[in-house]
Each structure stands twice: as C-alpha cells, then as structure tokens.
C-alpha cells in the first residue's frame, strides 16, 4: 500500500507582536473585556491553539488579516510573539476575509455586520451580487441588513447596548421619521418590547398617525350631509312653506333644526317621503 505524503499548505511563523499592524478593515468595532478575559485565560493555560492570518505590510511589518480577538487576549497574557501565517492576499480579500471570520464566529454586532458588507461595496467596488455569493447569503439579505444603516448613529448605539436585534432595527423602519423612531425606540427599551411586541407598538403608531386623514375625510362627508339638507329645506320653501333652520356646531356634533310652521291642511312632498302629512 502506497503511503500518501501530507504536504504542508503553509508555514508557521512566531511573529513579535509589536510587528503587527491591526487590520483598517476589521469589521468589529466593540470587544467585550469580560470574553477577551476569558479567552486570554484559555490562553495562559493551553497557549494558542490556532495561529492568527497576516499579511506583509512592508519588508518587516505584516498587518493583520484574521485573529483581532486572539491577538488581543495574547497581548493581556504578555506574550512578545504569537504563531501566524503569512498569506499572500491583497487588500480587498483581506477585508473579505476578516468579515467572513467574525460571521462564523458569531461575533459581529448587527450593526457593525452591516457597516462591513457597506465597506465592502463602497471601498472596494463589489455588487450586491458579488458580496452576497462570497458571504453565502442571499440578495435580499444583503439589502435588508444595509437598510438598518438608515437609521442615525445614536439610534444605532441605543439599539446595541440595550442588546436589541436586527429585527427590532428594521421595524423601526416601518415608520415615517426619526422622531417617531427615536419614540418608538424608548418605549421599546423602557418596556424590554420583544419583537412580536415592538411590531404590534409600531403597527399601532402608524394606525394612529393615519386616524386624522380618515377623520378629515368624515369631515367631508358630513358637509355632502348638510349640503343633502340644505337641498330638502330649498324644496319645502319653493313649496311655499316658510321653513326656517338653524345650525350650530361643537367638537362632538353638529347639530341642524328645520321649524316648519305647522298646518293642518299642508302636505309637503319630499324626495323620499311616503306621502304622509307632516
């Protein structure tokens, strides 16, 4: 039997730390000490399982491309190098590279997700298409995830402390203005709306900022109403009958007399009318 020879894909450098750039398109903005803590802990007692990813950055300089968390947690344990492979990349796969990392990992904020894939597109002239086939994710997704960038950046950093969701972002969405937004958002937080909850409190705030245009349509038929009136009191006194009428009107109603002198021996006909004497 033919023994198969392993080849190695590539070299493992220890690289001093104080070598290595950060990365201008690390998409995770926010790291939380509690977990860095954590893992430098793992750290001190297993050393680093999984080498960091950097590219050259000059003759003796190399700039990160994945491993932000772990190169961190390093420093806070005090190590002077750590293990990396050196890849040969340029700049736009390496900002692909680094989002693709913290997608797996599940350690992007929604917002700072967002912010990457928008980077991606406007730094380094990438379609909607081509980011959604190299994040595996559909169109669709893509766009809605750059719709929350929408909304402004303190209603963003709201959102991520108060640890809402992506889906409590795009509701807000819904509706018109920043100003219902920003009400909407306090409600929500005040209350810990979930998101079932937080669309039934913004379907309710758009069902309410429409009641005055169905009030103002009432407004108008009631005027057709009187205009109706009008035309039977103009057709009792073309009759002959010297009806009088008096209107007066407050914030509930609208009220509307007609006096008809009364006759014993009168009969009015009006449109409708079954012939009865009035």
């Not at 967002?114 to 559909?138: C, P, Y």
């Amino acid at each position: 039997m033919k023994t198969e020879k392993i080849k190695c894909a590539a070299e493992v450098y220890n690289i001093p730390q104080d070598l290595i750039d950060p990365n201008p398109d690390q998409p995770r903005r926010r790291f939380d000490f509690d977990e860095l803590e954590g893992l430098a802990q793992s750290i001190r007692e297993n050393g680093i399982l999984q080498p960091i990813t950097v590219k050259r950055a000059g003759d003796k300089r190399f700039e990160l491309v994945t491993g932000e968390r772990r190169l961190r947690a390093a420093r806070l344990v005090g190590f002077s190098k750590i293990p990396a492979i050196v890849v040969d990349i340029d700049e736009k796969d390496s900002a692909v590279f680094s989002l693709l990392e913290n997608l797996q990992r599940q350690g992007l904020d929604f917002f700072e997700e967002a912010e990457a894939i928008e980077r991606l597109i406007n730094d380094f002239s990438m379609s909607r298409e081509a980011v959604a086939k190299r994040l595996g994710l559909a169109q669709s997704t893509i766009s809605n995830k750059l719709r929350i960038l929408k909304l402004p950046e303190e209603m963003r950093f709201k959102l991520s402390r108060a640890g809402l969701t992506e889906r409590h972002a795009r509701a807000l969405l819904m509706l018109p203005d920043d100003v219902q937004r920003a009400r909407a958002l306090s409600i929500i937080i005040d209350r810990r709306l979930n998101v079932t909850e937080t669309e039934r409190l913004i379907e309710q705030m758009i069902s309410r900022s429409r009641k005055p245009k169905s009030a103002i349509k009432g407004i108008r038929d009631i005027r057709l109403f009187i205009n109706t009136l009008n035309h039977a009191v103009d057709t009792i006194r073309r009759a002959g009958v010297d009806a009088d009428t008096a209107k007066s009107e407050t914030a509930e109603y609208i009220e509307y007399i007609v006096r008809i002198p009364k006759l014993e021996q009168l009969r009015i006909s009006l449109p409708g009318d079954s012939g009865e004497a009035v």
